[in-house]
């Protein structure tokens, strides 16, 4: 079992940058997938990116490609996601997920969830 805690939110303008943590509990953190998704209010959750056990190999929703990074360091348990040209419509609470079998984008064969990050992009 793992827990998530994620940091790095806030109220930014639109075309800046964050980069959002996410803290995982336990020994075993290289053997899970990793990932974030979003959620808007008002809209259903959103798929943001994935990134496979040693970080070899990502994957990002076409929404944030370009201007999204996923990235982890098992030696810190920690997983991140480096935001750039920020826009109004990335506004949303942001979720890291784990999960130790599924590479991929489906929302429901990840396991794990964190409690959100709430990022706000005033225009």
């Known amino acids: 079992q793992v827990q998530l805690v994620e940091s790095g939110g806030g109220l930014v303008q639109a075309g800046t940058s964050l980069k959002l943590s996410c803290a995982a509990s336990g020994r075993t953190f290289s053997s899970y997938v990793m990932a974030w998704f979003r959620q808007a209010p008002g809209k259903e959750r959103e798929f943001v990116a994935v990134i496979s056990w040693n970080g070899g190999t990502t994957v990002y929703g076409d929404s944030v490609k370009g201007r999204f990074t996923i990235s982890r360091d098992n030696a810190k348990n920690t997983v991140y996601l480096q935001v750039t040209s920020l826009k109004p419509e990335d506004t949303a609470v942001y979720y890291c997920?784990?999960?130790?079998?599924?590479?991929?984008?489906?929302?429901?064969?990840?396991?794990?969830w964190g409690q959100g990050t709430q990022v706000t992009v005033s225009s």
């Open positions: 997920a784990a999960n130790r079998n599924y590479y991929g984008s489906s929302i429901s064969q990840f396991d794990y």
